[in-house]
C-alpha cells in the first residue's frame, strides 16, 4: 500500500495499541515485552516521521533521534579517536557501541534518553533507527534491556523495514532478518 492510503490506517493503529485498556494485550502479545515496532517502507521513512511527529501530542510522547545520538557519541572522542577505536574492533562492533565497560556508549545513550522519556512520564519514540545498522545494536538487545522491560508506557520503534506476514518475517533497512519477539509490530 502506498504512503497516502497507509500512514492514517498504521497511525490509528498505533493509537489504539497504545491506548490504557489495551496495555496487558500488548505485554501478552509482545512475549512480555513493552515495546511496539511501528513499520514503513525505508524510502517513506521521512514522510512516516513527519506525519508521527504532526499527529502524536508532544506533551505524551517524546521523539529519541537515534542518528543525533549516533553522532553525539561518536563527537564524545572526536572522529579520529573514535575512527581508530572502531577500525580496532570493526569485527565486533557491539565492543564500540554496546559494551558492558562503565564508559557511555551508544546503548547508554539511547537508554539514557527512554529513562529521561520515562521519568517525564512520556511514550518514548525511537526514530532514525536506520544509524543502528552496523553497530551490533539490534533492536531485541533495545526492546529485551531490563529498563525497557519494565516501561510504565511502551516503547514506540519506528522501524524502516519490510514486514512478510505470511511468513512473520521482519526485515529490517528491507533485507537484514530482525527479531519481532519482545515487541508487538504495527505493520
Same mark, same amino acid.
Given at each position: 500500500?502506498?504512503?497516502?492510503? /497507509?500512514?492514517?490506517?498504521k497511525i490509528e493503529n498505533?493509537?489504539i495499541t497504545?491506548?490504557?485498556?489495551?496495555q496487558t @494485550?500488548?505485554?501478552? +502479545?509482545?512475549n512480555?515485552g513493552r515495546?511496539i515496532?511501528?513499520? %514503513?517502507p525505508?524510502? #517513506?521513512?521521512e514522510?512516516?516521521?513527519n506525519?508521527l511527529? #504532526?499527529? *502524536?501530542?508532544?506533551?505524551?510522547?517524546?521523539? $529519541?533521534n537515534v542518528?543525533?545520538? *549516533?553522532?553525539?557519541?561518536i #563527537? @564524545? /572522542?572526536?572522529?579520529? /579517536?573514535f575512527k581508530? %577505536?572502531?577500525?580496532?574492533?570493526k569485527?565486533t562492533?557491539h565492543?564500540?557501541?554496546?559494551?558492558?565497560?562503565?564508559t557511555p556508549?551508544?546503548?547508554? *545513550?539511547?537508554?539514557? +534518553? $527512554?529513562?529521561?522519556a520515562?521519568?517525564?512520564?512520556?511514550?518514548p519514540?525511537? $526514530?532514525r533507527?536506520g544509524?543502528? %545498522?552496523?553497530?551490533? $545494536? +539490534?533492536n531485541?538487545?533495545?526492546?529485551?534491556?531490563?529498563?525497557?522491560?519494565?516501561l510504565?508506557?511502551?516503547l514506540?520503534?519506528g522501524?524502516p523495514?519490510k514486514?512478510e506476514?505470511?511468513? /512473520?518475517?521482519l *526485515?529490517?533497512?528491507?533485507?537484514?532478518?530482525?527479531?519481532? %519477539?519482545?515487541?508487538?509490530?504495527?505493520?
Amino acid at each position: 500500500m502506498a504512503y497516502l492510503d /497507509d500512514h492514517k490506517a498504521k497511525i490509528e493503529n498505533l493509537k489504539i495499541t497504545l491506548h490504557a485498556s489495551n496495555q496487558t @494485550q500488548l505485554s501478552r +502479545e509482545a512475549n512480555g515485552g513493552r515495546s511496539i515496532l511501528f513499520t %514503513y517502507p525505508p524510502n #517513506e521513512e521521512e514522510l512516516y516521521l513527519n506525519k508521527l511527529k #504532526e499527529e *502524536l501530542d508532544s506533551n505524551q510522547f517524546t521523539f $529519541i533521534n537515534v542518528a543525533e545520538l *549516533l553522532v553525539s557519541f561518536i #563527537e @564524545q /572522542d572526536g572522529w579520529e /579517536d573514535f575512527k581508530n %577505536y572502531y577500525l580496532d574492533f570493526k569485527d565486533t562492533p557491539h565492543v564500540v557501541f554496546n559494551s558492558d565497560d562503565p564508559t557511555p556508549d551508544l546503548m547508554d *545513550l539511547i537508554i539514557n +534518553e $527512554i529513562k529521561n522519556a520515562e521519568k517525564n512520564d512520556k511514550i518514548p519514540v525511537l $526514530i532514525r533507527t536506520g544509524a543502528l %545498522y552496523g553497530t551490533g $545494536i +539490534e533492536n531485541n538487545n533495545i526492546m529485551e534491556h531490563g529498563f525497557v522491560m519494565r516501561l510504565k508506557k511502551p516503547l514506540v520503534i519506528g522501524y524502516p523495514s519490510k514486514y512478510e506476514k505470511a511468513t /512473520d518475517t521482519l *526485515l529490517f533497512l528491507n533485507f537484514k532478518h530482525a527479531n519481532n %519477539y519482545r515487541c508487538t509490530v504495527i505493520e
